[in-house]
């Protein structure tokens, strides 16, 4: 079986939710434009890099979604996220903090790592180059708001980049995070992940999968005021019972389980 971040991340955040994913096939339906949009800018990122028109592929790669019936956050439509989406590639362009060569061998990079005899893991690093110089493994991040950065080393507890520092023991690591707001902003956060923090990743993946191959599937449901992580679930139609909420939400793709680890190049 091959595993991958999002899969591990998705037991922690409830097996039950794991369960309803992996196991039964149940799949998010893609019309949130924030998620297709930050796609989209990760074409047109990666255009950037091979000095070929990043505006052009943006528009190309946002149009292609523009007549799906998609569920736009409050104040976002598609016209003002393609402009957002213009004005942070003009930004990050004049910010030049970034270098990448060999844009082919060090975009998208796909890395594979044994955890068990019949395991493996797979991540796909979004690039390998350098932020203000130095060497780091870096992650592209759109949002609608800032990213926070107080207190000082938050960025470090990030598991996926714990993750990703696990998968290619690389220790500095950064995350871009392009914030589409009425003011534009990219924000360049660095971290370093120790070898402590790596091993302990290592016996949580070790740790969830055994407790995936043992069958437990209970809810965390975290039903208490004001955080309830299953208001915000795609799944909550299926544990509610309610058909609605399903088929507003959900499809089924019976016999994915073995696809999960393709969640990486989605998200
Ligand atoms: S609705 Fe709640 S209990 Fe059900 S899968 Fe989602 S988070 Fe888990």
Redesign the pocket.
Known sequence: MTYSYTQISQYL??P??YK?RYLDGWREKDTRAAMLFGRAFEQALAAYFLREDSTAVLFREWAACQNQSLQYSKGDTWDRMLQQGIQLLERFCQDDRIQIHQPRRNLQIKFTRAVSKKNDFVAYVDAIGHLDGTRSLLEWKTTSSRYPEEPDGLLALDPQLVCYSWMTGIAEVAQVVFVRKRLVEVQYLHTTITDEQRQEFGHLVEDTIRRIESAEFL????IRFPQN??SS?P??G??LGRQDLVEAALIRRPGAEDLGWLDELTY
């Open positions: 955040t409830c039950r939710r309803h809810p965390h449901s975290g992580p299953c679930c799944y909550l299926l544990c």
